[in-house]
């Protein structure tokens, strides 16, 4: 009977270890699943550095039952009022003005130098070795 008894609570305390094992790893994969969805969100948001990430407490954050971060937007909406600096200035289809062409740069040869800027180009150049 003590055999039983034995072998029933061995088997109860490694249910107990499973059951904690797999709390954690889920608790991970939602910790993943979180940030790959606040990744996307702040992309679609127009994040230039998704290092900014860092700068949200995700710890209330939950994932909804079709696996979207509730409140993401808003969220982010509200990290963009805050720390504009981290997002993309927002084009405006509006702008007249034109980019520039791209050309590459002019050499200009000694000939056409003063003599002045000869020397000064000459010394930058002896600065280099």
């Given at each position: 009977?003590?055999?039983?008894?034995?072998?029933?609570?061995?088997?109860?305390?490694?249910?107990?270890?499973?059951?904690?094992?797999?709390?954690?790893?889920?608790?991970?994969?939602?910790a993943?699943?979180?940030?790959?969805?606040?990744?996307?969100?702040?992309?679609r948001?127009g994040?230039?550095?998704?290092?900014?990430?860092?700068?949200?407490?995700?710890?209330?954050?939950?994932l909804?039952?079709?696996?979207?971060v509730?409140d993401?937007p808003a969220?982010?909406?509200?990290?963009?009022?805050?720390?504009?600096?981290?997002?993309?200035?927002?084009?405006?289809?509006?702008?007249?003005?034109?980019p520039?062409?791209?050309e590459?740069?002019?050499?200009r040869?000694?000939?056409?130098?003063?003599?002045?800027?000869?020397?000064?180009?000459?010394?930058?150049?002896?600065?280099?070795?």
């Amino acid at each position: 009977m003590t055999d039983e008894m034995n072998n029933a609570q061995e088997w109860q305390a490694r249910a107990e270890s499973a059951e904690a094992a797999l709390s954690r790893v889920q608790a991970e994969v939602d910790a993943r699943l979180i940030r790959a969805e606040l990744k996307a969100e702040a992309l679609r948001a127009g994040m230039v550095d998704l290092d900014g990430l860092k700068l949200l407490d995700t710890e209330d954050l939950r994932l909804t039952e079709a696996g979207d971060v509730a409140d993401a937007p808003a969220l982010l909406a509200r990290l963009k009022r805050a720390k504009p600096w981290l997002f993309g200035v927002a084009m405006s289809s509006s702008s007249a003005a034109n980019p520039p062409r791209p050309e590459p740069p002019r050499t200009r040869h000694a000939n056409d130098l003063s003599h002045e800027e000869w020397l000064a180009a000459r010394a930058v150049l002896l600065r280099r070795r």
